[in-house]
């Protein structure tokens, strides 16, 4: 169930430590590495966004009916630190021990990346980063009875406009293949999941975070972008 507090408590928790970090690693970032003809105005300027999307979730679709999604993930520099934005649908289907679960819904989640291989110009990166997730969704089961006097039948149970919110550590790679075209992948830490709108009953799963009784939950996603440039970089 929805905990406003403890989500409010974590999320201050992360945004500190996550704000002091970047403030240590550019204070004491090698004077050698800094070009001194940059300027700070045009240093901390976007050269680029990267759009792309899940490779594992397209697999996933394909493979059997259990799990349906895609994902479209993008991101944006400003130097060494990257504003990341996901997006993705997600639909669940499961067989229950007397009947069957299955949900729908959409996702995102949004943060930052620190970059840490400094003066590549290719701008690869090896990145820590943060992000905040949300989704919405409905959820449906289907249970099955068999009464000794009227037979077998069938009762449902629907809760729709659910929403439910998380936090992420992650970890990734980024490389240039070929001109525009980038590939990597992205490791996530999943915790605090929490969820509203839901009196007296509590999601079997979280599109976007995975199942709800797991206070914590790892993730993978094999990504391919398209980099699109806004300006050179010197």
């Known amino acids: 169930m929805f905990q406003p507090k403890r989500m409010q408590t974590i999320l201050k928790y992360f945004f500190s430590l996550w704000f002091l970090f970047i403030f240590l690693t550019s204070y004491g970032q ?3 590495l800094v070009d001194p003809s940059d300027t700070i105005k045009n240093k901390y300027l976007p ?3 990267r759009i792309g999307t899940d490779i594992i979730s397209i697999i996933k679709s394909q493979s ?3 799990f349906d999604g895609w994902e479209i993930n993008a991101d944006i520099d400003f130097y060494r630190y990257y504003l990341a934005f996901d997006y993705g649908s997600w639909a669940r289907s499961e067989e229950l021990f007397n009947g069957t679960y299955q949900n729908e819904g ?3 989640r949004i943060g930052t990346d620190i ?4 003066k590549d110009p290719d701008r690869n990166m090896l990145f820590l980063g943060f992000r905040y997730g949300q989704s919405n969704f409905d959820e449906t089961v289907n249970y099955f009875f068999t009464d000794p006097n009227f037979g077998d039948f069938q009762k449902s149970g629907t809760t729709s406009q659910i929403s439910g919110r998380w936090g992420e550590l992650t970890t ?3 490389v240039k293949i070929w001109k525009g075209f980038w590939m990597g992948y992205t490791a996530r830490f999943k915790f605090a999941p929490s969820t509203s709108s839901t009196p007296g009953v509590i999601p079997f799963d979280i599109p976007g975070y995975g199942l709800t009784e797991k206070s914590t939950y790892w993730g993978l996603n094999y990504q391919v972008f398209w980099r699109v440039p806004f300006r050179k970089i010197n």
């Open 30 to 32: 090698d004077e050698k």
């Open 47 to 49: 050269s680029a966004i």
């Open 64 to 66: 059997g009916n259990r």
């Open 106 to 108: 959409k996702y995102f």
């Open 115 to 118: 970059n840490f291989i400094l």
């Open 172 to 174: 990734g790679l980024r």
